[in-house]
Protein backbone atom coordinates (compact mmCIF):
# COMPACT_ATOMS: atom_id res chain seq x y z
CA UNK A 1 0.00 0.00 0.00
CA UNK A 2 1.43 3.22 -0.69
CA UNK A 3 -0.40 5.58 1.13
CA UNK A 4 -3.11 5.91 3.79
CA UNK A 5 -5.49 8.60 3.86
CA UNK A 6 -6.69 9.20 7.46
CA UNK A 7 -9.40 12.01 8.18
CA UNK A 8 -10.26 12.61 11.53
CA UNK A 9 -14.68 13.50 12.01
CA UNK A 10 -16.45 14.88 14.89
CA UNK A 11 -20.41 16.00 13.77
CA UNK A 12 -18.68 16.85 10.42
CA UNK A 13 -20.57 14.64 7.94
CA UNK A 14 -22.43 17.18 5.56
CA UNK A 15 -18.37 18.08 4.54
CA UNK A 16 -17.07 14.79 5.14
CA UNK A 17 -19.78 13.28 2.50
CA UNK A 18 -17.93 15.97 0.15
CA UNK A 19 -14.42 14.65 0.98
CA UNK A 20 -15.01 11.06 0.96
CA UNK A 21 -16.94 11.71 -2.71
CA UNK A 22 -13.83 13.53 -4.18
CA UNK A 23 -11.35 10.97 -2.98
CA UNK A 24 -13.57 8.55 -4.86
CA UNK A 25 -12.46 10.61 -8.15
CA UNK A 26 -8.77 9.44 -7.77
CA UNK A 27 -7.11 6.64 -10.31
CA UNK A 28 -6.19 4.14 -8.26
CA UNK A 29 -4.13 2.55 -11.39
CA UNK A 30 -1.43 5.52 -10.99
CA UNK A 31 -0.92 4.70 -6.86
CA UNK A 32 -2.05 2.36 -4.59
CA UNK A 33 -3.87 3.92 -1.64
CA UNK A 34 -7.05 3.06 1.69
CA UNK A 35 -8.83 5.77 3.28
CA UNK A 36 -9.35 5.51 6.86
CA UNK A 37 -11.99 7.93 8.56
CA UNK A 38 -11.95 8.07 12.32
CA UNK A 39 -14.86 9.11 14.05
CA UNK A 40 -14.57 10.50 17.51
CA UNK A 41 -17.72 9.50 18.90
CA UNK A 42 -20.15 11.59 16.73
CA UNK A 43 -22.94 9.94 18.52
CA UNK A 44 -25.60 10.92 16.25
CA UNK A 45 -26.64 7.75 14.14
CA UNK A 46 -24.81 8.64 11.17
CA UNK A 47 -22.17 6.25 11.48
CA UNK A 48 -23.78 2.94 9.94
CA UNK A 49 -25.06 5.08 7.34
CA UNK A 50 -21.43 6.41 5.50
CA UNK A 51 -20.15 3.08 6.30
CA UNK A 52 -22.68 1.56 4.29
CA UNK A 53 -22.27 4.22 1.61
CA UNK A 54 -18.87 4.14 1.54
CA UNK A 55 -18.25 0.34 2.13
CA UNK A 56 -14.66 0.67 0.76
CA UNK A 57 -13.07 2.63 2.85
CA UNK A 58 -12.30 1.77 6.80
CA UNK A 59 -14.18 3.50 9.54
CA UNK A 60 -13.33 3.04 12.83
CA UNK A 61 -15.73 4.33 15.50
CA UNK A 62 -13.62 6.01 18.46
CA UNK A 63 -14.69 5.45 22.34
CA UNK A 64 -15.07 8.75 23.03
CA UNK A 65 -14.24 12.37 20.78
CA UNK A 66 -10.58 12.02 22.77
CA UNK A 67 -9.34 14.64 20.38
CA UNK A 68 -7.53 15.38 16.98
CA UNK A 69 -3.97 13.72 17.75
CA UNK A 70 -5.88 10.89 19.49
CA UNK A 71 -8.04 10.13 16.44
CA UNK A 72 -5.29 10.96 13.85
CA UNK A 73 -2.77 8.27 15.91
CA UNK A 74 -5.39 5.70 16.01
CA UNK A 75 -5.70 5.92 12.29
CA UNK A 76 -2.14 5.68 11.59
CA UNK A 77 -1.91 2.50 13.79
CA UNK A 78 -4.18 0.81 11.50
CA UNK A 79 -2.85 2.06 8.49
CA UNK A 80 -1.34 -0.28 6.00
CA UNK A 81 0.30 2.55 3.80
CA UNK A 82 4.14 3.82 3.81
CA UNK A 83 3.14 7.28 3.61
CA UNK A 84 0.32 8.80 5.02
CA UNK A 85 -1.88 11.65 4.47
CA UNK A 86 -3.77 13.35 7.05
CA UNK A 87 -7.00 15.35 6.00
CA UNK A 88 -9.79 17.25 7.65
CA UNK A 89 -13.16 16.19 6.80
CA UNK A 90 -14.09 19.83 5.53
CA UNK A 91 -11.61 19.23 2.80
CA UNK A 92 -12.10 18.50 -1.31
CA UNK A 93 -9.49 16.82 -2.86
CA UNK A 94 -8.74 17.41 -6.69
CA UNK A 95 -7.98 14.59 -8.92
CA UNK A 96 -4.54 14.70 -9.15
CA UNK A 97 -3.71 15.78 -6.01
CA UNK A 98 -2.29 12.80 -3.93
CA UNK A 99 -0.24 11.20 -6.67
CA UNK A 100 1.28 15.18 -6.45
CA UNK A 101 2.40 15.00 -2.95
CA UNK A 102 3.11 11.11 -2.83
CA UNK A 103 6.18 11.86 -6.37
CA UNK A 104 6.83 15.39 -4.47
CA UNK A 105 7.53 14.12 -1.25
CA UNK A 106 9.43 11.28 -3.02
CA UNK A 107 11.65 13.21 -4.82
CA UNK A 108 12.70 15.37 -1.70
CA UNK A 109 14.76 13.22 0.66
CA UNK A 110 15.18 16.56 2.84
CA UNK A 111 10.68 16.70 3.42
CA UNK A 112 9.56 15.12 6.44
CA UNK A 113 6.00 17.19 6.11
CA UNK A 114 4.77 17.76 2.90
CA UNK A 115 1.37 19.93 2.45
CA UNK A 116 -0.63 21.92 -0.36
CA UNK A 117 -1.78 25.37 -1.02
CA UNK A 118 -5.17 25.97 0.46
CA UNK A 119 -8.11 27.84 -0.88
CA UNK A 120 -11.62 28.45 0.71
CA UNK A 121 -14.99 28.69 -2.01
CA UNK A 122 -14.59 32.66 -2.00
CA UNK A 123 -10.90 31.99 -3.59
CA UNK A 124 -9.19 32.69 -0.95
CA UNK A 125 -5.79 31.66 -0.15
CA UNK A 126 -4.96 30.61 3.40
CA UNK A 127 -1.84 32.54 4.82
CA UNK A 128 0.84 29.77 4.87
CA UNK A 129 3.93 31.98 6.03
CA UNK A 130 3.59 30.12 9.35
CA UNK A 131 6.91 31.31 11.65
CA UNK A 132 7.04 28.89 15.34
CA UNK A 133 5.05 30.86 17.91
CA UNK A 134 7.10 32.91 20.60
CA UNK A 135 6.90 35.01 23.43
CA UNK A 136 6.33 38.16 21.21
CA UNK A 137 3.87 35.83 18.66
CA UNK A 138 1.77 33.94 21.60
CA UNK A 139 -0.55 36.58 21.54
CA UNK A 140 -2.66 37.76 18.21
CA UNK A 141 -2.58 41.47 18.43
CA UNK A 142 1.45 40.92 19.15
CA UNK A 143 1.51 38.63 15.99
CA UNK A 144 -0.37 41.42 14.06
CA UNK A 145 2.50 43.77 14.48
CA UNK A 146 5.12 41.86 14.31
CA UNK A 147 3.90 40.55 10.83
CA UNK A 148 3.36 44.25 9.91
CA UNK A 149 6.74 45.11 11.02
CA UNK A 150 8.71 42.10 9.31
CA UNK A 151 6.72 41.98 6.27
CA UNK A 152 9.25 42.61 3.80
CA UNK A 153 11.66 40.18 5.88
CA UNK A 154 8.50 37.63 5.62
CA UNK A 155 8.06 38.11 2.17
CA UNK A 156 11.68 37.65 1.27
CA UNK A 157 11.58 34.57 3.14
CA UNK A 158 8.46 33.09 0.61
CA UNK A 159 8.28 35.09 -2.20
CA UNK A 160 10.09 32.33 -4.16
CA UNK A 161 8.44 31.26 -7.57
CA UNK A 162 9.66 27.42 -7.12
CA UNK A 163 7.67 24.63 -6.45
CA UNK A 164 8.25 24.59 -2.75
CA UNK A 165 8.56 26.74 -0.01
CA UNK A 166 9.72 26.49 3.60
CA UNK A 167 7.58 27.59 6.46
CA UNK A 168 8.11 26.50 9.87
CA UNK A 169 4.82 24.95 9.92
CA UNK A 170 1.40 23.59 8.54
CA UNK A 171 -1.99 23.11 9.36
CA UNK A 172 -3.38 20.11 10.36
CA UNK A 173 -5.67 19.95 7.73
CA UNK A 174 -3.10 18.66 5.04
CA UNK A 175 -0.23 16.78 6.17
CA UNK A 176 1.38 14.25 4.03
CA UNK A 177 3.97 12.62 6.01
CA UNK A 178 6.40 9.01 5.48
CA UNK A 179 5.55 6.20 8.00
CA UNK A 180 9.28 6.80 8.94
CA UNK A 181 8.99 9.91 9.87
CA UNK A 182 6.11 9.72 11.65
CA UNK A 183 7.95 6.87 14.39
CA UNK A 184 11.11 9.37 14.57
CA UNK A 185 8.55 11.93 15.88
CA UNK A 186 6.70 9.48 17.81
CA UNK A 187 3.35 10.74 16.17
CA UNK A 188 0.70 13.02 17.36
CA UNK A 189 1.13 14.33 20.78
CA UNK A 190 -1.91 13.71 22.44
CA UNK A 191 -0.75 16.34 25.25
CA UNK A 192 -3.30 18.42 22.80
CA UNK A 193 -7.14 18.02 22.34
CA UNK A 194 -7.55 20.45 19.36
CA UNK A 195 -4.71 23.14 18.14
CA UNK A 196 -1.33 23.39 18.04
CA UNK A 197 -0.37 19.58 17.93
CA UNK A 198 0.17 20.40 14.29
CA UNK A 199 2.80 22.82 15.28
CA UNK A 200 4.52 20.48 17.77
CA UNK A 201 4.55 17.60 15.08
CA UNK A 202 6.24 20.10 12.71
CA UNK A 203 8.78 21.59 15.56
CA UNK A 204 9.52 17.73 16.27
CA UNK A 205 10.42 17.29 12.79
CA UNK A 206 12.72 20.32 12.03
CA UNK A 207 14.69 19.52 15.24
CA UNK A 208 15.45 16.33 13.52
CA UNK A 209 16.78 18.55 10.68
CA UNK A 210 13.38 17.45 8.64
CA UNK A 211 11.92 20.20 6.27
CA UNK A 212 8.22 20.95 6.55
CA UNK A 213 7.25 22.29 2.57
CA UNK A 214 4.74 23.37 0.50
CA UNK A 215 4.00 22.71 -2.50
CA UNK A 216 2.27 25.18 -5.10
CA UNK A 217 1.38 22.57 -8.17
CA UNK A 218 -1.67 21.43 -6.16
CA UNK A 219 -4.72 23.02 -4.61
CA UNK A 220 -6.93 21.77 -1.89
CA UNK A 221 -10.68 23.28 -0.91
CA UNK A 222 -10.84 23.67 2.34
CA UNK A 223 -13.62 24.83 4.44
CA UNK A 224 -11.96 26.21 7.26
CA UNK A 225 -14.15 25.55 10.37
CA UNK A 226 -16.26 23.20 8.57
CA UNK A 227 -14.98 20.63 10.66
CA UNK A 228 -14.77 22.55 14.45
CA UNK A 229 -17.30 24.65 14.67
CA UNK A 230 -20.70 23.38 13.46
CA UNK A 231 -23.04 24.53 16.18
CA UNK A 232 -22.38 26.89 19.25
CA UNK A 233 -21.52 24.73 21.95
CA UNK A 234 -18.86 23.08 19.73
CA UNK A 235 -17.88 26.37 19.00
CA UNK A 236 -17.14 27.77 22.02
CA UNK A 237 -15.52 25.05 23.30
CA UNK A 238 -13.25 24.91 20.15
CA UNK A 239 -12.37 28.22 20.87
CA UNK A 240 -11.55 27.63 24.58
CA UNK A 241 -9.09 24.64 23.21
CA UNK A 242 -7.18 27.15 21.00
CA UNK A 243 -6.41 28.88 24.36
CA UNK A 244 -5.67 25.59 26.41
CA UNK A 245 -3.75 24.83 23.87
CA UNK A 246 -1.24 27.76 23.89
CA UNK A 247 -0.40 26.98 27.38
CA UNK A 248 0.63 23.40 26.21
CA UNK A 249 2.62 24.30 23.70
CA UNK A 250 4.19 26.86 25.56
CA UNK A 251 4.54 24.01 28.74
CA UNK A 252 6.14 21.64 25.92
CA UNK A 253 8.22 24.05 23.77
CA UNK A 254 8.99 27.71 25.69
CA UNK A 255 12.47 27.45 27.44
CA UNK A 256 12.67 27.83 31.62
CA UNK A 257 13.38 31.75 31.31
CA UNK A 258 9.95 32.49 29.24
CA UNK A 259 8.01 29.94 29.93
CA UNK A 260 6.17 31.52 32.99
CA UNK A 261 6.05 35.12 31.45
CA UNK A 262 4.52 33.68 28.62
CA UNK A 263 1.54 31.64 31.08
CA UNK A 264 1.10 34.75 33.17
CA UNK A 265 0.79 37.11 30.23
CA UNK A 266 -1.58 34.62 28.39
CA UNK A 267 -3.53 34.46 31.18
CA UNK A 268 -4.33 38.17 32.17
CA UNK A 269 -4.73 39.05 27.97
CA UNK A 270 -7.17 36.09 27.47
CA UNK A 271 -9.23 37.22 31.19
CA UNK A 272 -9.54 41.12 30.35
CA UNK A 273 -10.32 40.26 26.59
CA UNK A 274 -12.95 37.86 27.57
CA UNK A 275 -14.41 39.55 30.77
CA UNK A 276 -14.50 43.10 28.27
CA UNK A 277 -16.57 41.02 25.59
CA UNK A 278 -18.56 39.13 28.17
CA UNK A 279 -20.02 42.24 30.03
CA UNK A 280 -20.39 43.84 26.38
CA UNK A 281 -22.67 40.94 25.28
CA UNK A 282 -24.90 41.80 27.81
CA UNK A 283 -25.92 44.54 26.06
CA UNK A 284 -25.34 43.17 22.72
CA UNK A 285 -27.54 40.05 23.72
CA UNK A 286 -28.90 39.00 20.14
CA UNK A 287 -25.01 39.13 18.86
CA UNK A 288 -24.02 35.29 19.06
CA UNK A 289 -20.01 35.62 18.51
CA UNK A 290 -20.07 37.83 22.18
CA UNK A 291 -22.13 35.61 23.89
CA UNK A 292 -20.26 32.79 22.98
CA UNK A 293 -17.36 34.90 25.11
CA UNK A 294 -19.29 34.40 28.24
CA UNK A 295 -18.86 30.68 27.59
CA UNK A 296 -15.39 30.85 26.88
CA UNK A 297 -15.08 32.57 30.12
CA UNK A 298 -16.65 30.40 31.86
CA UNK A 299 -14.73 27.22 30.60
CA UNK A 300 -11.39 28.70 31.05
CA UNK A 301 -11.72 29.58 34.56
CA UNK A 302 -12.38 26.13 35.16
CA UNK A 303 -9.65 24.99 33.22
CA UNK A 304 -7.44 27.76 35.19
CA UNK A 305 -9.09 26.35 38.42
CA UNK A 306 -7.82 22.67 37.73
CA UNK A 307 -4.29 23.90 36.36
CA UNK A 308 -3.52 25.31 39.90
CA UNK A 309 -5.26 22.41 41.71
CA UNK A 310 -3.67 19.50 39.38
CA UNK A 311 -0.30 21.32 38.55
CA UNK A 312 -0.77 20.79 34.70
CA UNK A 313 -1.75 22.83 31.70
CA UNK A 314 -3.14 20.12 29.90
CA UNK A 315 -6.65 20.09 28.99
CA UNK A 316 -9.02 17.53 31.09
CA UNK A 317 -10.54 16.30 27.81
CA UNK A 318 -6.58 15.25 26.23
CA UNK A 319 -5.86 11.63 26.31
CA UNK A 320 -2.79 12.31 28.30
CA UNK A 321 -4.35 13.64 30.93
CA UNK A 322 -6.73 11.15 31.44
CA UNK A 323 -3.96 8.78 31.56
CA UNK A 324 -1.54 10.57 34.61
CA UNK A 325 -5.24 10.87 36.35
CA UNK A 326 -6.55 7.39 36.18
Not at 62 to 69: I, P, Q, T
Not at 143 to 154: G, L, M, Q, S
Not at 218 to 232: V, Y
Not at 286 to 306: A, D, E, G, P, V
Request: net charge positive.
Amino acid sequence: MDVSIIIVNYRSWKPLLNCLESLLSIDKTKIDFEVIIVDNFSNDREFDFFQNKFNHFTFIRNNANSGFANGCNLGAREAKGNYFLFLNPDTIISPETLNTLYTTYNNHSDIGILSCLQVDRKSRFFYQKNIFPTLVQIFGINRFFYRKINKKRIDTIFNSKEELFYPDWVTGAVIFISREWFKKVNGWNEDYWLYFEDVEICRKIAQKNGKIAVSRNTIILHEHGGSSRNDFETEHISKTEVIISKHVYINNNFNSSTKTLAHVLLIVFILIEKTFFSLLSLFLFFNLKLKTNRYILKNLCSYYINALKNQTWLSRRSVNYQKINL
